[in-house]
């Protein structure tokens, strides 16, 4: 059974920093191209960033590049995404998917906040 398991959000002021990881079990991570999304309320669930299957090729929405960093530890059966320099509009429940579909996880709570 395929499951994805998010962590890492938090409340944070402006300008902090925040790691989040996506757990994955019942398939092989190092297959499969990932991505992370994030739906902030009353709004569409958008892409923020994607990695492929070797970690070569990392793409990112305009609105976070240059402050978020998408990785992968495929021995761990995990990807993370590093955000630094919080703003107010990254407010959102954060979540990670295989790139070209598939189960969601149940998402994990950033918000920034002074």
């Known amino acids: 059974q395929v499951k994805l398991v998010e962590s890492g959000g938090d409340l944070v002021q402006p300008g902090g920093s925040l790691r989040l990881s996506c757990v994955v079990s019942g398939f092989t991570l190092e297959y499969y191209a990932m991505s992370w999304h994030r739906q902030a309320p009353g709004k569409e669930r958008e892409l923020v960033a994607s990695i492929s299957a070797t970690g070569d090729d990392i793409a990112y929405a305009d609105s976070v590049k240059g402050r978020f960093t998408v990785s992968r530890d495929n021995g761990r059966n995990t990807l993370y995404l590093q955000m630094n320099n919080l703003k107010y509009e990254d407010t959102a429940m954060y979540y990670c998917?295989?790139?070209?579909?598939?189960?969601w996880g149940q998402g994990t709570q950033v918000t920034v906040s002074s």
């Open positions: 998917r295989r790139l070209h579909g598939g189960s």
